[in-house]
């Protein structure tokens, strides 16, 4: 594992929420009577099906629970085995796939809460990123407003599939709020599961929906490049998480060339997307869909331009990787280092500002 003697900062795991009884201290007394009243007081809104072997490591797994649900095997796997000096909480549960919009916002409200109270208190280590109900926008950006008063929120996350393409306009209050409080907006992969997962119907397998992830990507690229999120937010920086990276040079590639064909639609992208992209998009490392070659990732890093893109990430306790071999085969140490300190500080000005 050359390179973790320098401390890096992992930019993406995950706390799991044991079930929606533990939010309950954090909802106010009318959420908390209704969901006892309903009978949903055991409802599991885990966003992943989190007994799937690649969801949990063999020896990163609890004796009782979820995996991530220890805070001590979190300190003890994620932030003392790969020498991380901090680490970025993304918790993965179904707040967004509430249809009640009020219901929806006090559960995102009860989740940052509870991970302030049971997690950043207790680990001087972790950050977090917020939580928000998407459902309702102008809440979502009231909730960002609440929580930015804690610095040690670093990032507003959204998943990559919803019900409707995240440059749309009426995203737009919470990346005013975002930039606003420079606050990067992180994407996971992920779904309300309103919509199929694929753009030909749905998968009958697992393994469909999980490879299919890049596209919902791909596609929220272009609605922000081209609905002009990044000249309406010029500070705004996108974080790609779980998303993988090696397609993107053939998509930058596409993207420029359909682009200088009908530039005259979007006359607001005065750029290459390319460049845009470079700009203000960065990507966690794992899952590294990388080549199995390792001289041949040199090769993709050159075609995306840029060693200013990819961010360090175990993707704890997920298991994408071989062992302790979260960097994949090839990278040079300059971008190991990068990847690991210089590009995570560059792209969390709240990380840089309490690391430094």
Known sequence: MRGFSLGGIDCDVHPAVPGISALLPYLPPYWREQITVRGIDGLELTSFPYRVAAHGRPDWRPENGKPGSDLGLLREHALDGFGSVAAICNPLYGVQVIYNEHFATALARAMNDWMAAEWLDREPRLRAS????????????????????DP??????????????????QHWPIYTAAEKHRLPIGIHAGSILRHATTMNGWPSHHLDDYANQPQAFQAQLLSLVHEGVFQQFPALTVVMIES????LPSFLWRANKTWRGVRAEVPWVDEPPADIIRRHVRFTLQPADAPPDGPD?????????SEDMLLFSTDYPHWQFDGAEVFPDGLSD????????DNPLATYPRLRESLQ
């Open 297 to 305: 990732i040199m090769r993709v890093i050159d075609q995306l331009g």
């Open 152 to 169: 040690r929120f670093v990032q507003v996350l959204l998943l990559a599939m919803g019900d409707a393409p995240l440059g749309k306009r």
């Open 130 to 149: 917020i939580v928000i109900a998407p459902q309702d926008p102008q809440a979502a950006a009231a909730e960002i407003e609440r929580c930015a008063a």
């Open 334 to 341: 300059s971008l190991r280092r990068k990847c690991l300190l």
């Open 244 to 247: 993988g990276f090696t397609w």
